[in-house]
């Protein structure tokens, strides 16, 4: 909890967002997690294997030797997509800060929303691109392309920030849905819609109040509203659920077509009223984008 109090939350305030978001989120709950025999920190790895998934934001999806191929493969392709998603992060830097592009509020919320992707993609291909050349770690995906969800479990389980979620998921989900607290290998627990659901609704709550612990630390006090948006998916998502199940027993089906927009719709418009407003608001949303400009034409100079 003291080491993101080095760095200033107001002049670096990407740096900050990021150790925090590391150290007191990532790191955190791996350790805990380890000391409940749960999470990628139990796997078999050697000393540096260790403390590199301890450190940065991976999840070992499997453990090779250095001289494997897809080792070679992954590296260069990690590289690549930490390199597109930095420019692409430019790009919605640039259309912000531009005199000369006048956007509406819900254009700016988009490119806020895809801005956010890129950073915290950038921010975790980098190092996942070293731990898999270097240390011999093939890294499980941090993202994938979740403007093409079709749904909200797709969005929050299979596509926006795994690596989050994969914490979330191993010391709040896993301990509720199982009823114990220390993981036992040899335990299968019975099958059960309701504690599904409660551990889906502990998980987002307690995203929320994460959420909120780095938004106090960035502006100085909390808001409520990151934490009601993370909240409030939890019974939303046991409502598409039933929805789904009541629509499929009379053979009906959403096309993806529609399907993909819909959710993305569903998620913005929530995200227009909670989660937005504290960024846009209170200038945090301005601080994030200059900071990346002025380190981009660092970058540059």
């Known amino acids: 909890m003291v080491v993101p109090l080095v760095v200033d939350p107001v002049s670096e305030v990407c740096t900050a967002a990021a150790v925090a978001f590391q150290l007191v989120w990532l790191s955190t709950f791996k350790v805990l997690g380890m000391c409940l025999c749960r999470g990628p920190l139990c796997n078999p790895l050697n000393l540096i294997q ?3 998934v301890f450190m940065l934001p991976i999840t070992p999806q499997a453990i090779l030797h250095s001289d ?4 070679l493969l992954d590296a260069p392709k990690l590289l690549g ?24 509020r819900i254009a700016q919320e988009l490119l806020y929303a ?18 898999t050349g270097l240390i011999g770690l093939q890294i499980a995906p941090h993202f994938d392309r979740p403007f093409m969800s079709s749904s909200l479990s ?8 795994l690596t989050a979620g994969n914490a979330l998921r191993f010391f709040v989900y896993d301990v509720v849905y199982e ?31 994460m959420h909120e612990y780095l938004y106090l630390y960035l502006m100085g006090r909390a808001t409520g509203l990151w934490f009601a948006f993370f909240a409030v998916q939890g019974p939303l998502l046991w409502a598409e659920g039933a929805l ?4 499929r027993a009379r053979g009906w089906s959403l096309p993806r077509a529609l399907a ?9 418009a929530i995200g227009h009223a909670l989660f937005f407003p504290p960024c846009t608001e209170t200038g945090l949303a301005d601080r994030v984008v200059d900071n990346i400009k002025d380190t981009r034409e660092l970058a540059v100079d």
């Open 50 to 52: 260790f403390f590199a």
């Open 68 to 71: 494997e191929k897809e080792l």
């Open 81 to 104: 997509c930490c390199a597109t998603k930095a420019l692409f992060l430019g790009a919605i830097v640039f259309l912000l800060t531009s005199p000369s592009v006048r956007l509406p």
């Open 114 to 131: 895809f801005g956010l992707y890129a950073f915290l993609g950038f921010l975790m291909d980098g190092p996942a691109s070293l731990a």
């Open 154 to 161: 797709d969005f929050w389980s299979r596509r926006w920030n």
């Open 179 to 209: 009823g114990r607290l220390v993981r036992d290998p040899s335990y299968a627990p019975a099958l059960s819609g309701a504690r599904r659901s409660l551990g889906v609704a502990a998980a987002f709550i307690v995203s929320g109040l």
């Open 244 to 247: 789904r199940r009541w629509a």
């Open 260 to 268: 993909t927009p819909l959710t993305l719709g569903v998620l913005m």
